[in-house]
């Protein structure tokens, strides 16, 4: 039953439900709502029982539904009966009264948002549309790193070859100019991709 919901700086944020040991009525464990976060570099935070309270000690909490819009938190809603198992399907437990409930839970209880540390190098946002565009000799991207970084941009045509690379640099965080060279290039339309970090940008380009 998993949800997903991506937030406006590309953080992930992974919902689901899942039988949990040491939770039970004597004969099946419970399933409880878990949830986890990921920077959007390839990096999760902890797992996280969102039903581990006393409210939800003797619950069945099963399909949640996440809202595909977030703030400083994220909004959900679950089903709970006090019966573990499913009558419908499974082990065909007997009908019985469910409850809906909402929840929402802070990002910050998944995972550490806003610190440098796990904040990815650039963003789609930090990446600039290179200048002049179209263009031939030489057109520049700027770029704005939130965290020191080997840095390199690669060129590729609309077949995926790359065409044109830079070298890789160590960069420290700041505003940086990269340069295209396109003398080498021939008209028609290309690929930039800033590599920073774990992370990558890219976007059109059009040589002249």
């Known amino acids: 039953?998993?949800?997903?919901?991506?937030?406006?700086?590309?953080?992930?944020?992974?919902?689901?439900?899942?039988?949990?040991?040491?939770?039970?009525?004597?004969?099946?464990?419970?399933?409880?709502?878990?949830?986890?976060?990921?920077?959007?570099?390839?990096?999760?935070?902890?797992?996280?029982?969102l039903t581990g309270g006393l409210v939800h000690i003797f619950d069945e909490c099963v399909f949640p539904s996440v809202s595909p819009t977030s703030d400083d938190n994220i909004y959900l809603m679950f089903q709970t009966d006090n019966e573990p198992g499913l009558a419908v399907r499974g082990d065909e437990d007997p009908y019985g009264d469910n409850n809906i409930n909402f929840m929402s839970v802070m990002k910050t209880e998944l995972i550490a948002v806003g610190t440098d540390e796990h904040k990815a190098p650039v963003?789609?946002?930090?990446?600039?549309?290179?200048?002049?565009?179209?263009?031939?000799?030489?057109?520049?991207?700027?770029?704005?790193?939130?965290?020191?970084?080997?840095?390199?941009?690669?060129?590729?045509?609309?077949?995926?070859?790359?065409?044109?690379?830079?070298?890789?640099?160590?960069?420290?965080?700041?505003?940086?100019?990269?340069?295209?060279?396109?003398?080498?290039?021939?008209?028609?339309?290309?690929?930039?991709?800033v590599h920073a970090g774990e992370s990558s940008i890219t976007k059109k380009m059009i040589v002249e």
């Not at 919902?15 to 040491?22: A, F, I, K, N």
Request: aromatic share 14%.
């Open 1 to 49: 039953m998993p949800q997903i919901v991506i937030d406006d700086n590309g953080y992930i944020f992974l919902v689901y439900s899942s039988v949990t040991e040491t939770y039970d009525n004597g004969l099946q464990d419970y399933r409880h709502i878990w949830a986890r976060g990921s920077w959007g570099t390839g990096s999760w935070g902890d797992f996280v029982d």
């Open 123 to 193: 963003t789609e946002e930090s990446v600039s549309q290179n200048m002049p565009n179209p263009f031939n000799g030489t057109s520049w991207v700027n770029i704005d790193l939130h965290k020191s970084c080997e840095v390199f941009l690669e060129v590729s045509n609309i077949a995926g070859q790359t065409v044109y690379a830079t070298e890789k640099r160590l960069m420290q965080s700041g505003s940086h100019r990269l340069r295209i060279d396109a003398d080498l290039l021939r008209p028609g339309i290309y690929f930039y991709t």
